[in-house]
Each structure stands twice: as structure tokens, then as C-alpha cells.
């Protein structure tokens, strides 16, 4: 797919050191905290003057997670196009993926062919920004014409993650791939409000038993990180994007619902996870597929063809 010898370096940090005049000191050792420099291992060429606390992701491992989430979702690539860009020395990195054999006409103006876009960087320039969907034209501060199916935006330190990116690439491409292409439409354009959103994954992937109240509370944790990703996506999909301020749309859709779902369920690196990680992206899984065929959400399913699903019986006892 992607030209994996334009990227087949590594990047790693070093220290920096500053030359002391008059004191008959020569080089002198700069504190991490002020900062650290980054370079290519390859050729030692510095790239970019960073904290100490600046998260590496090698442009390989954002590649790696790209290419099998597109191998997964049964894309037709015939004629596909793949580029790869690196730019200053390999500073910075753009991907761009074209898919002709799954032209659409999504407004009635003529085939739109889908497209992935990727750009991101070692010396801070360009941010974690990547896209898929169908799209005239598109720029990277998030504006489409079109529908955009998936999203990435987010500096290296604010946890971006190329499994969870990988996994919302490979729903994107199952839309557009024809494998529930008819069922994933529907989900798109079945718009879907907050308080919906909160009844359905209280219900299910959010539902906790309180052994003092006996009967089934809503996770806070879980729920809160489910309604942010749901909020996000709706900025980003149904929204303007980063012209758009957190938090305006009130509604989504239950694409936006099952986006911020498998993102959770592949999200699963952090300290508060205390299970092995593997063990526990398989029960999230296994969680969103029971999500997928709850009363909740194939009631809702069901209700396609009204405009907004307003709300959903759940009977949490």
C-alpha cells in the first residue's frame, strides 16, 4: 500500500547541551524540563526541539494500524491510489489513499471517490489529522464537501492512539466497501439526540448493578468517556468541525453512537486499566456487538425513517 521506505526510520530524543563562555566550562547539559531535542536514529539529523514529556509515535506504527484496518474492511482496491509524502527530512508525514472501484453519487451532482488523508509530524507543525470518507474537497482545518465518515485530530500528547484510529478507519471502510453498506447508511443519516445517546449507553455499555441500590446505575466514568468521543464526532461528522465549538450539536446520529463505541472498545491503554490490555479491548468487543443487537439499539434501528430518535424505553431493573 503505502511506500514504507520513505518511512523505514526511527525517531528518538537526546539531550542538549549549551557552550558556557569565561566559565572553563564547554558544553554544558541543558535540564530535560526545559527541554530535549529529536532526531532521526538513522542519520542523527535533529528535527525538532520538544519536551521531555513528548509521546513518540514512529510514523510505521500509525502506518501499520492504517493498512490493516483497510486490509479488514474488504476495500476493492483495484486502481487504488496510495501515496506517501515526507517532508523536512522526515519531520513531517502525509498519506493520501484514493478507492475509484467504490465511486458513489452521494448528492446527485456524480461520483464521488472515497479518499483517506493522513498528515502528522515529529516537530510539532502539523497535529495527528486524518480523515475518510466521500469528498469533493477537503481541508485539514476539518471542512469537507461531502460526507466525512471517520476523523483524527489531536496533538501527539493528547492521546492520540493508532489502534482506536485504526479501528474507526476500518468502520469507515466498511461503509463505503458494501460489506452493510445498506445498514450503515441507515445509521449515518438517522439522526440520534444526546439524550437518546445517554439512554442507549446506559443501557448497555455504561451499565453498572449498584449492590447498594440494587438495580442497574449508569458507569459515570464509562458514560462520560462514551458522550465526549459521541460529542466529538458530531463536531467532526455532522458539524464544522474545529469551526465548531465542544459541545453546540445536541444531536448525532447512530453512526456517531457506534464510532464513539469501537473507539472505547479499542481505547484501552491507560492506568486505570487493570487487566491485561488484550484481554480487556476482547470484552470490550464483545460488549459492542451485544450493544448492536440490544432492544435499545435495534429499537431504535427500527425507528428509521422518523428525524430524530428522541428517546428509548430501557428498563434498567
Known amino acids: 500500500m503505502f511506500d514504507h521506505d520513505k518511512i523505514n526510520f526511527e525517531v528518538e530524543k537526546f539531550s542538549l547541551y549549551s557552550n558556557v563562555s569565561g566559565l572553563g566550562v564547554r558544553h554544558h547539559k541543558v535540564p530535560a524540563n526545559i527541554g530535549v531535542g529529536l532526531r532521526r536514529v538513522d542519520t542523527q539529523e535533529p528535527l525538532a526541539i520538544v519536551s521531555d514529556s513528548y509521546e513518540i509515535t514512529q510514523y ?18 483495484t486502481d487504488a491510489e496510495f501515496t506517501t509524502n515526507v517532508y523536512d527530512n522526515g519531520a513531517r508525514m502525509e498519506l493520501v489513499a484514493k478507492f475509484p472501484a467504490h465511486a458513489q453519487d452521494i448528492d446527485g451532482t456524480g461520483p464521488v471517490i472515497p479518499q483517506f488523508v493522513f498528515r502528522t509530524s515529529q516537530n510539532r507543525t502539523w497535529a495527528n489529522n486524518g480523515m475518510m470518507g466521500l469528498f469533493r474537497w477537503f481541508c485539514f482545518n476539518t471542512l469537507v464537501n461531502g460526507d466525512k465518515l471517520a476523523y483524527a485530530y489531536g496533538r501527539h500528547t493528547k492521546g492520540f492512539d493508532a489502534v482506536a484510529f485504526g479501528a474507526k478507519i476500518r ?16 445509521w449515518y443519516n ?24 440494587r438495580k442497574h446505575v449508569a458507569n459515570k466514568v464509562i458514560l462520560s468517556n462514551l458522550m465526549k468521543t459521541f460529542d466529538n464526532e458530531n463536531r467532526h461528522v455532522h458539524g464544522k468541525g474545529n469551526y465548531e465549538k465542544y459541545g453546540i450539536q445536541m444531536k448525532g446520529s447512530l453512526w456517531t453512537a457506534y464510532q464513539a463505541a469501537t473507539a472505547w472498545s ?6 486505570n486499566v487493570k487487566r491485561n490490555v488484550h484481554t480487556t479491548k476482547v470484552l470490550r468487543e464483545d460488549a459492542v456487538k451485544k450493544m448492536l443487537v440490544s432492544p435499545q439499539w435495534l429499537e431504535l434501528e427500527a425507528a428509521h425513517g422518523k428525524t430524530t430518535w428522541g ?3 430501557v428498563n434498567m431493573e
Open 171 to 186: 468502520a469507515a471502510s466498511e461503509y463505503v466497501s458494501g460489506e452493510g453498506l445498506t445498514q450503515m447508511k441507515g
Open 190 to 213: 438517522a439522526e440520534l439526540n444526546r439524550d437518546a445517546a445517554i439512554t442507549l449507553f446506559t443501557g448497555t455499555l455504561a451499565k453498572r448493578f449498584d449492590n447498594v441500590r
Open 311 to 313: 428517546s428509548a424505553t
Open 60 to 77: 510505521i506504527t500509525i502506518v501499520d494500524q492504517i493498512e490493516e484496518a483497510l486490509n479488514l474492511a474488504g476495500l476493492d482496491l
Open 266 to 271: 479499542t481505547h484501552v491503554a491507560s492506568p
